[in-house]
């Protein structure tokens, strides 16, 4: 099956401070030549108290941490791409 060697990329788009974090979520398989930054962050409570909006106004609930670690990562000028993320509470399906 394909889904066994996919990944799951988030494209964060740029935001200020507390503004709801916006995204695109794009399954890429592994042998695919595709640019993204794996992101390593103290996972803290397994609560998911934060949203992120996704396409088709779907919602992922994460974490306070992975929260605290998009919002340092998000590009803040609008004009800037959005950025290409691979962090597992997103990119890795968890039943």
Do not use: C, M
């Amino acid at each position: 099956s394909g889904e066994s060697n996919s990944i799951r990329i988030l494209y964060l788009f740029p935001g200020q401070n507390e503004d709801v974090f916006l995204g695109h979520i794009q399954h890429v398989t592994l042998t695919a030549n595709t640019f993204y930054e794996a992101l390593s962050y103290e996972w803290g409570s397994p609560e998911k108290t934060h949203l992120l909006q996704v396409e088709n106004d779907s919602v992922i609930r994460i974490t306070e941490s992975l929260h605290h670690a998009l919002r340092d990562l998000r590009p803040e000028n609008s004009e800037q791409q959005p950025r290409a993320i691979w962090a597992d509470g997103i990119s890795i399906n968890q039943v």
